[in-house]
């Protein structure tokens, strides 16, 4: 399995390069310091992952979707300081497919790569308390049912995507609204149905990305 790290921090760089020589299975054939010398070293080597903190200086989130877009079959893991939900889901939808931070246990860091290598989803617990704290199960997540082509909500049914991505129930949200239960039963599916989603995940990931809800007031939504 060969790899790249992508960091600007070089004592990150050496730190995980540290960790990973630990294990016969991984070979580290690069190093890179920002975005433009990724590149580089994606044209010359063939390389299978990618370690890396798009958040350090030189990098950026859109990075990982560029790559991805001329070199599909390369698996990105994220390693990066504390973010926000919001930040965590854009991560993914970009490319990441496992995620973990800098302050994880070694093993979590390497059991990250191994599994990766197999194909399987891995993040630590820290960043998986946040999105399940954010209602989000990442194995709902339709990441492809997200087009560029515009959305056209109504006012009321955005105001019920924000109360569906606070947590509360259709028999709440009814009862916050005045309306029926079967009225706003029959906006959810409409909703759905504009936004190409299949489950309340994807409503809520919409409203995240399109910051109808600030990921700090959904961090503490009501258990109703």
Do not use: W
């Not at 630990?22 to 580290?28: F, L, R």
């Not at 994606?42 to 200086?57: A, G, R």
């Not at 994880?104 to 599994?115: F, R, T, Y």
């Not at 704290?133 to 492809?144: E, G, P, S, T």
Request: aromatic content about 6%.
């Amino acid at each position: 399995m060969s790899i790249i790290i992508a960091d600007s921090n070089d004592l990150t760089r050496v730190g995980l390069r540290s960790i990973l020589s630990t294990q016969t299975s991984i070979s580290i054939v690069g190093e890179a310091s920002d975005g433009n010398e990724l590149m580089n070293q994606l044209n010359s080597f063939d390389v299978s992952m990618v370690l890396i903190d798009y958040t350090s200086p030189g990098f950026t989130i859109d990075t990982i979707s560029e790559i991805s877009s001329f070199k599909k079959e390369i698996k990105f893991i994220a390693i990066t300081p504390e973010q926000s939900a919001q930040t965590l889901v854009d991560a993914l939808r970009s490319g990441i497919m496992s995620y973990v931070k800098k302050d994880c246990d070694l093993s979590e860091i390497v059991n990250a790569v191994l599994e990766t290598r197999k194909g399987n989803k891995f993040f630590c617990g820290q960043i998986l308390e946040t999105i399940q704290k954010a209602q989000i199960d990442v194995n709902d997540l339709d990441f492809d049912s997200f087009t560029c082509e515009a959305v056209v909500l109504s006012e009321r049914e955005n105001e019920i995507i924000v109360l569906i991505s606070e947590g509360y129930t259709n028999n709440k949200i009814a009862e916050l609204l005045f309306l029926s239960n079967h009225t706003i039963t029959t906006h959810r599916k409409n909703i759905m149905s504009k936004l190409g989603v299949k489950n309340t995940a994807g409503i809520v990931m919409y409203a995240v990305k399109t910051n109808l809800v600030s990921p700090n007031k959904f961090l503490f939504a009501p258990s109703s």
